[in-house]
């Protein structure tokens, strides 16, 4: 990866999102030795332009952001970082320094709950429970949840359809982990579907 350091007096613009859900989380700077520290240790290590040293984001707030993969643009002149963060990235506690906070990336999360829970066994989690009683209960369940969401659209409550509708996402999610599974891979097959036929 040839970048150049130079136009920037030694530093290059980093562009980091959230490897998951591609939500913009922050934009930073690196130099050479930031870059290096970053590949070497998977944490993102930015140069603090106000510190004046090497900085490894959420050295004291241990909000880590853990490098997934890098990309270089196409004047070798600004890095895209793509990153699995541990808690928000901003210091506000906003996810985004940007303060966005999108739909998908909640959703993206929520998949990642789900998987966490599922994956530490939790004694206490529905979502564990549900999962640990077997794939059919699973897909029985989602098919429940289904049929209450049809009910509810024929009706004018929209506060009911909404929750089933919910019920229905969430328990779709549960389905795919069970199936080894993720919201990535069903986009791909829409995004195929979608694509121009030639």
């Known amino acids: ?23 913009v989380l922050m ?3 690196m130099n050479e030795e930031a870059l290096k520290q970053t ?3 998977g944490l993102v290590t930015f140069y603090s ?26 004047d070798n002149d600004s890095l895209l970082i793509l990153a699995d963060p541990t808690g928000p990235t901003c210091h506000t506690g906003s ?13 993206y999360d929520l998949e990642r709950t789900i998987s966490d829970r599922i994956d530490a066994n939790d004694p206490k989690s529905y979502t564990n429970e549900l999962y640990r009683r077997g794939i059919n209960k699973v897909a029985q369940k989602v098919g429940e949840e289904a049929v ?15 929750n089933e509708a919910a019920d229905l ?7 795919l982990k069970a ?12 995004k195929m579907r979608s694509a121009p036929s030639k």
């Open 1 to 23: 990866m040839n970048i150049d350091f130079s136009k920037g007096n030694g530093l290059v613009p980093v562009i980091i999102q959230n490897a998951q859900t591609l939500q």
């Open 27 to 29: 934009l930073g700077y």
């Open 39 to 41: 590949q070497e240790t």
């Open 49 to 74: 332009r106000s510190k004046k040293r090497l900085w490894v984001k959420g050295e004291s707030s241990g909000n880590t952001l853990r490098l997934v993969d890098l990309k270089l643009d196409c």
């Open 95 to 107: 996810t985004s320094c940007f303060k966005v906070e999108t739909a998908k990336g909640f959703i």
């Open 148 to 162: 209450e969401l049809v009910i509810e659209a024929k009706d004018s409550n929209d506060e009911l359809f909404k």
């Open 169 to 175: 996402l969430y328990h779709y999610l549960v389905l």
């Open 179 to 190: 199936k080894n599974f993720k919201l990535t891979d069903i986009e791909a097959v829409l």
